[in-house]
């Protein structure tokens, strides 16, 4: 039996959670006296988690952020203590394990590398919507920036690189974490058209703006793993990723992406410039990054190495 708890989100959410955690907890240890192995997922509110997890073994613990971003006073430590309490943490990078053992003192012998699987789902929704006209219009290549447009995620390197690319449309499509105004004036510089949809896009609509992608731009300041970068995966794109995190594995170890410098717009810049005039180029990282999706970082792959896991502890 496996089970998952997870966290909460947002300032509504983790005020509820904080509420109800020890109960969920007391309610999770039942279960947990049952199982075979309890596979924690998610846990939020780290400081309290870190003193309440049931004594049930063994435990498992997907570290998908290893260190948070901003984190809370007294979150990193309750994180690392988590993460020490475990009998296996799993990370979906090498670079996480790195850190697990330099950041968080987490034993080596303790650490699994499973590459998180591609959203290889995405791929066939039944409702999947077309573009907008204006963006079916488009000819030529498009260069997608997708997700929450956040500082950390480099928006603003972006729109700087892009100024030294020719024959593209750049597309920006996500919610506004930022100054739009900003964007907006850094976008005005670009010799290129930039199209922003500055809002939340569904899941039916992710599909087309993919497809139509003919290089996708991951340009973070920082990150440990990314969900565009699953996405562009299973759609088979090329992507272009900064050095951070565990995004530069990609194109190291498997030769499916470019990989610059973060916060390095020139650098950046020539990335997209080589790739928006070489099509043969793209084609190579495309099919690169469908043969990744379908080996290392699919789900079959992901569940055969966690079932090995699991049989190991049991």
Same mark, same amino acid.
């Given at each position: 039996?496996?089970?998952?708890?997870?966290?909460?989100?947002?300032?509504?959410?983790? @005020?509820?959670?904080?509420?109800?955690?020890?109960?969920?907890?007391?309610?999770?240890?039942?279960?947990?006296?049952?199982?075979?192995?309890?596979?924690?997922?998610?846990?939020? =509110?780290?400081?309290?988690?870190?003193?309440?997890?049931?004594? @049930?073994?063994?435990?498992?613990?997907?570290?998908?952020?290893?260190?948070?971003?901003?984190?809370?006073?007294?979150?990193?430590?309750?994180?690392?203590?988590?993460?020490?309490?475990?009998?296996?943490?799993?990370?979906?990078?090498?670079?996480?394990?790195?850190?697990?053992?330099?950041? =968080?003192?987490?034993?080596?012998?303790?650490?699994?590398?499973?590459?998180?699987?591609?959203?290889?789902?995405?791929?066939?929704?039944?409702?999947?919507?077309?573009?907008?006209?204006?963006?079916?219009?488009?000819?030529?290549?498009?260069?997608?920036?997708?997700?929450?447009?956040?500082?950390?995620?480099?928006?603003?390197?972006?729109?700087?690189?892009?100024?030294?690319?020719?024959?593209?449309?750049?597309?920006?499509?996500?919610?506004?974490?930022?100054?739009?105004?900003? =964007?907006?004036?850094?976008?005005?510089?670009?010799?290129?058209?930039?199209?922003?949809?500055?809002?939340?896009? @569904?899941?039916?609509?992710?599909?087309?703006?993919?497809?139509?992608?003919?290089?996708?731009?991951?340009?973070?300041?920082?990150?440990?793993?990314?969900?565009?970068?699953?996405?562009?995966?299973?759609?088979?794109?090329?992507?272009?990723?900064?050095?951070?995190?565990?995004?530069?594995?990609? @194109?190291?170890?498997?030769?499916?992406?470019?990989?610059?410098?973060?916060?390095?717009?020139?650098?950046?810049?020539?990335?997209?410039?080589?790739?928006?005039?070489?099509?043969?180029?793209?084609?190579?990282?495309?099919?690169?990054?469908?043969?990744?999706?379908?080996?290392?970082?699919?789900?079959?792959?992901?569940?055969?190495?966690?079932?090995?896991?699991?049989?190991? =502890?049991?």
């Amino acid at each position: 039996m496996e089970l998952f708890a997870g966290g909460a989100r947002g300032k509504l959410g983790r @005020a509820a959670k904080v509420g109800r955690l020890p109960l969920d907890m007391a309610r999770l240890g039942r279960f947990a006296r049952a199982a075979d192995v309890v596979h924690y997922q998610w846990l939020g =509110l780290e400081e309290l988690s870190s003193r309440l997890l049931p004594r @049930a073994r063994p435990r498992v613990f997907t570290a998908h952020d290893v260190v948070p971003r901003e984190p809370r006073r007294g979150q990193t430590a309750a994180f690392g203590r988590i993460a020490r309490a475990m009998d296996a943490v799993v990370v979906h990078s090498e670079h996480g394990a790195e850190r697990l053992r330099s950041s =968080l003192g987490v034993p080596p012998e303790r650490i699994r590398v499973i590459p998180h699987g591609a959203f290889e789902h995405l791929t066939r929704l039944p409702s999947e919507r077309p573009l907008p006209a204006e963006l079916a219009r488009v000819e030529g290549p498009v260069i997608l920036f997708f997700g929450y447009l956040s500082r950390y995620k480099g928006v603003d390197v972006l729109l700087d690189a892009f100024a030294s690319v020719r024959g593209a449309e750049l597309w920006v499509a996500g919610v506004p974490r930022v100054d739009m105004d900003e =964007l907006r004036g850094l976008a005005a510089r670009a010799p290129g058209v930039v199209r922003f949809l500055p809002r939340f896009v @569904a899941d039916e609509e992710l599909p087309a703006l993919f497809r139509r992608a003919d290089v996708v731009a991951l340009p973070y300041r920082q990150i440990d793993q990314s969900g565009v970068l699953y996405t562009a995966l299973a759609f088979g794109r090329p992507l272009v990723v900064t050095r951070v995190g565990g995004l530069p594995e990609l @194109a190291d170890r498997h030769g499916a992406a470019v990989a610059v410098p973060p916060e390095d717009p020139e650098a950046l810049g020539e990335a997209l410039a080589r790739l928006v005039a070489d099509p043969a180029e793209r084609d190579r990282l495309a099919e690169a990054a469908s043969r990744v999706a379908r080996e290392e970082y699919s789900w079959e792959s992901s569940a055969r190495r966690h079932l090995e896991l699991y049989r190991e =502890l049991v």
